[in-house]
């Protein structure tokens, strides 16, 4: 698993907490062309209070991804395209797998998106 960045200081107790209050896991991706050369890869993960903007803190890799993912060809438009609408979506959800890999005492159920709107959270 990546690493995860935010979480300094936290015990499992706070961070269950901070999760159950909406706290979740989000890794942002990234683009990286260099004429025919094209990397996308998965930054770190961070973790994000329930008062945080997902996609404000996205904004450096959606900005790199902009700025650096077109050039290369065939897959840098692809992979840039892709990459800006994760990140501008908040990125990815990670919160059930790093709650699971941290063994946090909580119930990982209640962590999946779907869950959370279906119980009106």
Not at 102 to 113: A, E, F, N, V, Y
Request: overall charge neutral; some cysteine; glycine content about 10%.
């Amino acid at each position: 698993m990546a690493k995860i960045v935010g979480i300094e200081g936290m015990n499992p107790q706070q961070l269950a907490n901070e999760l159950q209050s909406g706290a979740r896991f989000v890794q942002y991706q990234y683009c990286v062309s260099v004429l025919i050369i094209t990397f996308k890869r998965g930054t770190d993960i961070y973790f994000l209070r329930d008062d945080e903007s997902p996609m404000v803190k996205g904004l450096t890799w959606t900005f790199l991804t902009f700025v650096a993912g077109w050039w290369g060809i065939p897959w840098g438009p692809i992979y840039t395209v892709h990459s800006l609408w994760v990140n501008l979506r908040g990125g990815h959800d990670m919160t059930p797998e790093a709650a699971t890999a941290l063994r946090l005492p909580i119930d990982k159920s209640t962590l999946c998106p779907e869950a959370r709107r279906a119980a009106g959270a």
